[in-house]
């Protein structure tokens, strides 16, 4: 790796266990906790934008609460997506380029190569995962699509 990663990215092995026994498996890309509830369970993780392998990691922010992803699933099955892309079609550039701008400007120093050219959840347009836009708009993202999925699940953040 020609790239170290910020102390901020590092996380505690208590972290690693939670949000481990959260998504299942451990995790594999460095991250920090972003956002926790008022009891102080893990909301949404913010993972480092380069891959352990070089890569960059589109994947900015992620939903780790259980309950949170099955009622964006739900919302996901129901046809929120297309909703959505409807609802939010002339403002998503305005989204996904404000996401790419802040992820890409933690990793701009490392070098071009490290830059994601799409934006919220790896999308270039359109709405890719409304789990996504939900998590970046929980930590204080332009984003209006997440605002819409939080009032649609009945979130109050």
Known sequence: MDF???????SSEREGSEVGELIGRAPTIPFRVALRSEKGRALVIESFPI???GYPNPDWFWLV???LIRAVGRLESQGGVSEAER????VLPSIHNAYRAGRNSLVAHYGDRYLAAGGVGG????VKCL???L?????????PVGEWVAKKISLNP
């Open 4 to 10: 170290e990663i910020p102390a901020a990215f590092v």
């Open 51 to 53: 891959r352990p392998s």
């Open 65 to 67: 609460d259980r309950d």
């Open 87 to 90: 609802v939010f079609s002339s």
């Open 123 to 126: 999308a270039k347009n359109g």
């Open 131 to 133: 789990h996504s836009h």
């Open 135 to 143: 998590a970046y708009y929980l930590v204080g993202g332009f984003n």
